[in-house]
């Protein structure tokens, strides 16, 4: 299988649904596949529903929870870093044949990590391995090295009726 990087961003609703869709339709067709989570910790219902994928997705967690705007805390920088670290071992294993780095585009546009490291992740990238880099913001130079760019665009939502997230829904 050739591999190549996609890139899900934008302010619409869908991006991580996207890329969950993604890794399960990855997974039936017997690919491995590790999702790697930015910013995010604690049991949210994808964690939940994907444990019963075990056998073909991983999912890993690199976000204190608690960071979401503002100036990052030491702690917040010190998880994304980890995930980083954790992303290239997952490149370099040779192991799996998509990664997800759900968020990533977000950590790179708070300060959690550079977006040079993005670069540097989709240039280490082996010919087999299928990248996607979620989240808002996706900066520039990232889209232009992916070979697909979705753009989720927010037309109507009932947040702005005040209506919070779903379990089940958005979490």
Do not use: C
Request: proline share 3%; hydrophobic share 45%.
């Amino acid at each position: 299988m050739h591999g190549f990087v996609q890139i899900y961003t934008g302010d619409g609703k869908g991006k991580t649904t996207a890329a969950l869709g993604l890794a399960i339709r990855a997974a039936g067709a017997g690919l491995r596949v590790f999702i790697l989570q930015f910013i995010k910790k604690g049991p949210y219902s994808e964690i939940k529903a994907l444990r019963r994928f075990s056998d073909r997705i991983a999912v890993e967690q690199f976000g204190t929870g608690r960071f979401i705007r503002g100036n990052p805390r030491p702690a917040d920088i010190a998880a994304a870093r980890r995930g980083l670290v954790r992303a290239r071992a997952v490149m370099a294993s040779g192991r799996w044949q998509v990664l997800i780095l759900e968020e990533a585009n977000v950590a790179a546009s708070l300060g959690l990590i550079g977006v040079q490291d993005l670069l540097d992740l989709i240039a280490a990238r082996p010919p087999d391995l299928e990248l996607v880099i979620t989240g808002r913001n996706a900066s520039e130079a990232v889209m232009e090295k992916a070979d697909l760019v979705t753009e989720m665009r927010a037309l109507k939502h009932y947040y702005t009726r005040g209506i919070r997230a779903r379990i089940g829904i958005e979490k």
